[in-house]
C-alpha cells in the first residue's frame, strides 16, 4: 500500500449506510407463520409466504408499530400514509418473485443519529422502511440440487438508509454500534449479527478534499461485522484513492467484501444492476398511522442510549467513559443496573464489569453475545462479591480468585469463599502470631529496615501474606507490622 | 322440464319442501353433463365422486332440519381459477401442470360450508385472460347457442355450464368482463360486484387491483342468493371492506319507479351491431314506462378505457405470474442452469397470450417506461373514475350494452388480439373504476344469439342494480329461453 499516506490525505471519503434489521416480532410479516430461528428446513412456512397461487398478505400490524418506534427513536417524521411496493426480481429463495418492500413512500423520513456525544455528530437518515426477507438457498447439502429453506421468507425487515455522512473507515462501526444500540433499547431486534439478524451494506466514494462533489458510489455487500465494515471500507477507500491517483476511473458498481481475503471483490456494474420494475403493491391498502396510536406508540418508548448515559454519569458518578462502555448496549446497561440494586457500589461494580467481565467475554468470543443470562457471572454474583470486599470478608486480590471460580458456576460467591476458607484473617491475635514468626525468621531484612531501608516493609508485608495463604486483611498487616517493627526499633 | 334446468331459488324450494333431494338433482346435473359437455366443453374437471358424497350430506341435513341456506344442496360449478382443496385447478395453464390446491378460495370456503355441492371446475382463458375462452391450453368451451361460436370469456366454462344447465349456478370471476360479456353471449346473469365486495383470496390473481368473484346464474333472485353467500370482509384479503351484507335477495321488489337511470353516450357507437343497440334501447324504453327517469349522461374518458386497462392489468399481471417460477409446483422444464430452467418452464407452460401480457406489462413498468405507460395509466385510471362519481350524482344506475356484438365465431378474432380487447370495450371501465355491474339478457339478434345489457352501479349498491335487473327480469321471457342442445 505505497500511496496510502498521500491518498489518504488527497481523497475524503464519503460514507453511507444501508442497514437490515430483523425485527423481533412473533409472526412474520404477511402471514402468521413463526418467526423462529433454527428450525427444521420449510418448518415456519406456508402457502401465503411459500408464494402459492392465489395467496394475499396481511400486514402485520406489530411490524408497523416496531418500525414507528424506530421512526421515533432516530427522530424521523412519521408518514401518516406509506405504501408498500413490489420489487421485482427472479431468484429461487424469493417465492413470489417479487420482494414487498416500501419504494416512493416510506414509513419514515429524514431523521438522524448522533454517534458522539462530546461533538454531537449527527448522521441523518434518509429513510426507514418495512419489508420481507427472502428465503435461503442452500447449495452444499446435496451434490445433483440446491435446495431452497423458506423459514425466513417473509420474516419482517427494517432497512435503516443513512446519509452519506460518515467520513472515514473507522466511523462506520460507531455509526453502526449507535443505531445497533437504539435498535436493541427499542427492544425491537436482537441485534445478533451472527445470525443474520443485523446487516450491513455500505455505499463508499472518494473526493478531492475541499470538494463538495460525490465522486462514484460503490455499494460494499456481505458486512456481517463491525469489524468487517470498518475493514472493507478502508479497503474500499485506499483501492479507490489508488485508483484515481494512478490516473484510473472508477465504476459504479457492487462489490462484495471477502472476509478471508480481506479485499472487495466486483459482483455487478451498474449496466447489469436489476430493474426491479418497482409499483405499489395493489393486494395492500396504504399504511394509514393516525395521531393518537402515534401518540401510544411514543408514550411507550423506552429510556434510550443517550438519555441512559447522561443518566448513570448523574446518578452513579461514573465516568463518561464508563458510562458509555456500559449503555452501549442494552443488555449490559440492564446487567449493570440490576447489580447496583443490589449493592449499592456503583463504581466498584462498573469496574469490575468494564475490566474482568469484558476480558472473559471477550476470551469466549461471547462479546457479541445478546444473551445476558449466557453470560458465566449473573448480576446477584457480582454484586455479592464486591459487597464482600467491601464488608473487608475478602480482599481485591483474593475476589480475583473467587471470581474466577465463579465463572460458568451459579454459586453464591460467599459459599465459595467459605468452601475454600478464602475468608480473609482480620483477627489481630492469629495476624500478630504469623507475623512474629515472619519477623523472627527475616532477622536480617528486620534489621536492614530499622536501618532505613524503607523498601523491605513491601517484602516483609509479602511474606505476611504469603504465610497467610493471601487471606490476611492487608490493612491490618499494614498497622500491626509497622506498629511491631516501631516498636522493637524504640526499645 | 328437467330438474337440471331448475333455477337456485326454484331448486332450493323444492329441496326444503322434500319433493327433491339433492343425490336426485346432483345426478340430474351429471347427467347432462354427460349429455352436453363433449359438444359444449364446459368443465376441465368434474368431482363426480365428491359431489355425490356432499349430495348425501346435504339430505341428510334436510332431512334433520337443520335451518337451511338456499344454497344448501345446490350443484354449482367453479371457474377453475379459484383454489379448491384437494380438486386439482389448472387455471387452464400448463404450467399449473396438475397443481393439487392445499386450501380453498374463500368464496369456495363460503359455498361449502352452506353445504354447496362443487361439480367441478370450469374452462378459461389461460390466467383469465381473454375474452373468447379460445386462450385454454386444453380446449375451447363452445357456445350452448351455436356451437360454431364462443361462450365469451374468460369466465366462458362457467356461463355454458349454467346456460346448458350443467350446473344450477356457477361462479366466476371479472377482472375487464370476464363475468359479464360470457353471461351476455350465452344469454344468463352475470354479476361483477364491487371491487372489495367479495374476498380475493384463493382466486389466481391476474390483476390484483381490479380482479373479483362473482356470481353468474340463471336469474337475478339467483345471482342475489349467491352474492349473499360469498360476500363480506375476509381477514386474509386486506382488499376486502368491512361492510355489512345486505339481504339481496330478500329486498328484490321489482320496483323501478323513480330510479333515475343514466345512458352514456359513449357506449352506443358506430361498429356496434345494430341489433345489440336497439335491444338495449329497448330495455331502457321500457323501464322508462315502468316510471325510471332516463337520461342521457357523459362518461367523456371512456375511451381510454382499453388503452389504460391494458397497461395497469399487464403490469399487475406480469408481477402477479413471476411465482409461477417451475420452482415450488407445476411444470418444471428440464435444463442445464437456473437461467434457463426459468425460460424454459415458462416458455414452455405459458400459452402465447399470457406471454403477450407478461411482456406488456414488464414493458410498461421498467425503468425509463414506467412513468410515460404505468404512472400515466394510472392518472387516466383516475379520471375514469371521476367520470362515474360525475354522474352518479346526477343518477342512480347507468345501463348500457355488455358487449358490442353478440357471440362471435370460434377462430375469428384469435388471430387479431386487439380486435379481441374491444370485445370488452363496455366493461372494462367498470374494473378500473372498481365499480359493481350486471350482465343480463335483454333480447336475441337475428341468429338467435342472446344480448347483455350491462347495469352499472354506484360503489357497494348492488341491492339497486339488482333490483332494477329484477325488474327488468320480471316484464321479461328472455331469460326462460334455452338453447336447443
Known amino acids: 500500500m505505497r500511496s496510502e499516506r498521500t491518498a489518504m490525505v488527497k481523497y475524503e471519503p464519503v460514507i453511507g449506510l444501508e442497514v437490515h434489521a430483523q425485527l423481533l416480532t412473533e409472526s412474520k410479516i404477511f402471514c402468521g407463520c413463526s418467526t423462529r430461528f433454527g428450525s427444521e428446513p420449510n418448518a415456519n412456512t406456508c402457502p401465503v409466504c411459500a408464494g402459492f397461487p392465489g395467496v394475499l398478505p396481511v400486514l402485520n400490524k406489530r411490524v408497523v408499530e416496531f418500525a414507528i418506534r424506530a421512526g421515533l427513536a432516530t427522530h424521523c417524521q412519521i408518514a401518516r400514509s406509506s405504501r408498500l411496493a413490489r420489487k421485482n426480481y427472479f431468484y429461487p429463495d424469493l417465492p413470489k418473485g417479487y420482494q414487498i418492500s416500501q419504494y416512493e413512500l416510506p414509513l419514515c423520513v429524514n431523521g438522524y443519529v448522533e454517534i458522539d456525544s462530546q461533538t454531537h455528530k449527527r448522521v441523518r437518515l434518509t429513510r426507514i422502511h418495512v419489508e420481507e426477507d427472502a428465503g435461503k438457498n442452500i447449495h452444499d447439502v446435496r451434490a445433483d440440487a440446491s435446495l431452497v429453506d423458506l423459514n425466513r421468507a417473509g420474516v419482517p425487515l427494517l432497512e435503516i438508509v443513512s446519509e452519506p455522512d460518515l467520513r472515514s473507515a473507522e466511523e462506520a462501526p460507531v455509526y453502526f454500534r449507535t443505531l445497533r444500540a437504539i435498535l436493541q433499547y427499542l427492544a425491537i431486534c436482537d441485534g445478533n449479527m451472527e445470525e443474520g439478524s443485523l446487516r450491513c451494506d455500505a455505499n463508499v466514494s472518494v473526493r478531492a478534499q475541499g470538494s463538495d462533489a460525490l465522486g462514484t458510489k460503490v455499494e460494499i455487500k456481505n458486512l456481517n461485522s463491525f469489524k468487517a465494515v470498518e475493514n472493507a471500507i478502508r479497503y474500499e477507500i485506499q483501492r479507490q484513492s489508488d485508483t484515481l491517483e494512478e490516473g484510473g476511473t472508477l465504476l459504479q458498481e457492487t462489490r462484495l467484501w471477502d472476509e478471508n481475503r480481506e479485499v472487495t471483490r466486483s459482483m455487478r456494474s451498474k449496466e447489469s444492476a436489476h430493474d426491479y420494475r418497482y409499483f405499489p403493491d395493489p393486494d395492500l391498502p396504504p399504511v394509514i398511522v393516525d395521531e393518537s396510536w402515534l401518540t401510544q406508540i411514543e408514550a411507550t418508548l423506552p429510556e434510550l442510549p443517550d438519555r441512559r448515559r447522561a443518566r448513570l454519569i448523574a446518578d452513579y458518578e461514573l465516568s463518561a467513559y464508563d458510562a458509555e462502555l456500559l449503555t452501549a448496549r442494552k443488555d449490559i446497561a440492564d446487567y449493570f443496573e440490576s447489580a447496583v440494586a443490589m449493592h449499592q457500589n456503583a463504581k466498584a461494580i462498573s469496574n469490575w464489569i468494564v475490566g474482568d467481565l469484558f476480558r472473559v467475554l471477550k476470551e469466549r468470543k461471547l462479546d457479541e453475545q445478546l444473551t445476558v443470562s449466557l453470560w458465566p457471572i449473573q448480576p446477584a454474583q457480582l454484586a455479592e462479591l464486591v459487597k464482600l470486599i467491601d464488608q473487608g470478608k475478602i480482599s481485591g486480590k483474593i475476589a480475583k480468585a473467587v471470581f474466577d471460580s465463579l465463572l460458568d458456576s451459579p454459586r453464591s460467591p460467599a459459599d465459595v469463599v467459605a468452601e475454600k476458607g478464602m475468608e480473609q484473617v482480620s483477627d489481630s491475635a492469629s495476624l500478630d502470631s504469623a507475623i512474629d514468626e515472619v519477623l523472627a525468621v527475616h532477622g536480617k531484612q528486620v534489621a536492614d529496615y530499622r536501618g532505613g531501608n524503607d523498601k523491605i516493609f513491601g517484602f516483609l508485608v509479602g511474606q505476611v501474606m504469603k504465610a497467610t495463604r493471601g487471606k490476611a486483611n492487608p490493612l491490618m498487616v499494614n498497622a500491626i507490622l509497622k506498629r511491631k517493627l516501631a516498636a522493637s526499633n524504640a526499645s | ?485
Open chain 2, 1 to 485: 322440464m328437467s330438474l337440471c334446468a331448475l333455477t337456485l331459488h326454484e331448486a332450493s324450494e323444492r329441496l326444503r319442501k322434500r319433493e327433491l333431494s339433492c343425490r336426485e338433482l346432483t345426478a340430474a346435473v351429471f347427467a347432462q353433463i354427460a349429455k352436453t359437455d363433449d359438444r359444449v366443453h364446459s368443465y376441465i374437471t368434474l368431482d363426480r365422486k365428491n359431489a355425490e358424497a356432499c349430495a348425501t350430506k346435504a339430505d341428510e341435513a334436510f332431512r334433520i332440519g337443520t335451518p337451511a341456506s338456499p344454497i344448501l344442496g345446490i350443484p354449482i360449478a367453479i371457474k377453475d381459477n379459484f383454489l379448491t382443496r384437494g380438486l386439482r385447478t389448472t387455471c387452464a395453464s400448463k404450467i399449473l401442470g396438475d397443481f393439487m390446491p392445499p386450501y380453498d378460495a374463500t368464496a369456495v370456503a363460503r359455498l361449502r360450508a352452506q353445504g354447496a355441492i362443487i361439480v367441478g371446475k370450469t374452462n378459461l382463458d389461460e390466467f383469465a385472460m381473454g375474452s373468447s375462452a379460445e386462450n385454454s391450453a386444453f380446449f375451447p368451451t363452445r357456445n350452448p347457442w351455436d356451437s360454431e361460436r364462443v361462450p365469451g370469456g374468460s369466465s366462458g366454462g362457467s356461463a355454458a355450464a349454467v346456460a346448458a344447465d350443467q350446473c344450477i349456478a356457477a361462479l366466476g370471476t371479472d377482472t375487464g368482463g370476464s363475468i359479464r360479456q360470457p353471461a351476455a353471449f350465452c344469454g344468463i346473469v352475470g354479476l361483477k360486484p364491487t371491487y372489495g365486495r367479495v374476498s380475493r383470496y384463493g382466486i389466481i390473481a391476474f390483476a390484483s387491483s381490479m380482479d373479483q368473484v362473482g356470481p353468474m346464474t340463471k336469474d337475478v333472485r339467483d345471482a342475489a342468493l349467491l352474492l349473499e353467500t360469498i360476500a363480506g370482509h375476509d381477514p386474509a384479503d386486506s382488499t376486502s371492506v368491512k361492510r355489512a351484507v345486505p339481504n339481496y335477495a330478500a329486498a328484490l321488489s321489482g320496483e323501478v319507479k323513480n330510479l333515475r337511470i343514466g345512458v352514456p353516450k359513449e357506449y352506443f357507437v358506430a361498429g356496434m351491431q345494430q341489433e345489440t343497440e336497439a335491444a338495449v334501447r329497448a330495455a331502457v324504453r321500457q323501464l322508462e314506462k315502468s316510471g325510471a327517469a332516463v337520461e342521457e349522461v357523459s362518461l367523456p374518458h371512456s375511451e381510454y378505457a382499453v388503452a389504460v386497462y391494458y397497461i395497469v392489468a399487464t403490469a399487475e399481471a406480469s408481477s402477479n405470474l413471476a411465482r409461477y417460477d417451475g420452482m415450488r409446483f407445476g411444470h418444471r422444464a428440464q435444463a442445464k442452469d437456473l437461467l434457463e430452467t426459468y425460460l424454459a418452464s415458462r416458455e414452455e407452460g405459458f400459452g402465447a397470450e399470457v406471454k403477450r401480457r407478461i411482456m406488456l406489462g414488464t414493458y410498461a413498468l421498467s425503468a425509463g417506461y414506467h412513468d410515460a405507460y404505468y404512472l400515466k395509466a394510472q392518472q387516466v385510471r383516475t379520471l375514469i373514475k371521476k367520470d362515474f362519481e360525475d354522474v352518479f350524482r346526477r343518477v342512480d344506475v347507468l345501463i348500457t350494452p355488455t358487449a358490442p356484438t353478440t357471440a362471435f365465431k370460434i377462430g375469428e378474432k384469435t388471430q387479431h388480439p386487439l380486435q379481441m380487447y374491444l370485445s370488452d370495450i363496455y366493461t372494462i371501465s367498470v374494473n378500473l373504476a372498481g365499480l359493481p355491474a350486471l350482465s343480463l339478457p335483454c333480447g336475441f339478434d337475428a341468429q338467435k344469439l342472446p344480448i347483455g345489457m350491462q347495469i352499472i352501479g354506484k360503489s357497494f349498491d348492488e341491492a339497486t342494480i339488482l333490483n332494477l335487473a329484477y325488474g327488468y327480469e320480471q316484464s321479461t321471457e328472455w331469460h326462460k329461453k334455452k338453447p336447443a342442445l
